[in-house]
């Protein structure tokens, strides 16, 4: 059964969408833990980081790059956070947090924005990557 962000990928689920290239696609987190709160995912569906061919892997650890580089110029931090988890979701994700203390990077945490604002955040992050 093709995973939640297959779906995404697909357009048969809705996400807000930030930026795109072939084979890599970043979204906002619908349950962030800080503002900014970002998925970068290849779109072949995959779950486990490790198991990316070499190329894959490479590939998408630069898309999450030029993603994280927009996502500081919009969501002031001293550095963006990178992490693997992908318990919840058999489909490689790298989430990308804007960090300005280590506890921002708290899975517990969750943020309540308002979808309208998630949309504004996702165009403005998209439009500062180059
Ligand atoms: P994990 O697999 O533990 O890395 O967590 C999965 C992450 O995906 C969580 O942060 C969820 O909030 C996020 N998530 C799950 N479904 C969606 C969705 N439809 N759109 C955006 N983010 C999602």
């Not at 969408?17 to 970068?40: K, Q, S, Y």
């Not at 927009?70 to 956070?81: D, R, S, T, W």
């Not at 804007?98 to 969750?110: E, T, W």
Request: proline share 5%; glycine share 4%; hydrophobic share 45%.
């Amino acid at each position: 059964m093709a995973t939640i962000f297959s779906k995404i990928v697909a357009g048969e689920i809705p996400c807000h969408r930030v930026f795109e290239t072939e084979h890599c696609l970043a979204f906002l987190d619908i349950n962030p833990i800080a503002r900014g709160h970002v998925l970068c995912i290849p779109k072949q569906e995959v779950d486990y980081i490790f198991d990316l061919d070499d190329e894959s892997l490479c590939e998408l650890q630069l898309f999450a790059k030029r993603v994280a580089r927009g996502l500081k110029k919009v969501c002031p931090c001293i550095k963006v956070a990178q992490a693997v988890i992908g318990v919840d979701v058999p489909h490689v994700h790298i989430h990308l947090v804007p960090l300005n203390k280590p506890s921002d990077l708290n899975f517990s945490n969750h943020l309540e924005i308002s979808s309208e604002e998630l949309s504004e955040l996702a165009r403005q992050i998209g439009a500062a990557i180059d």
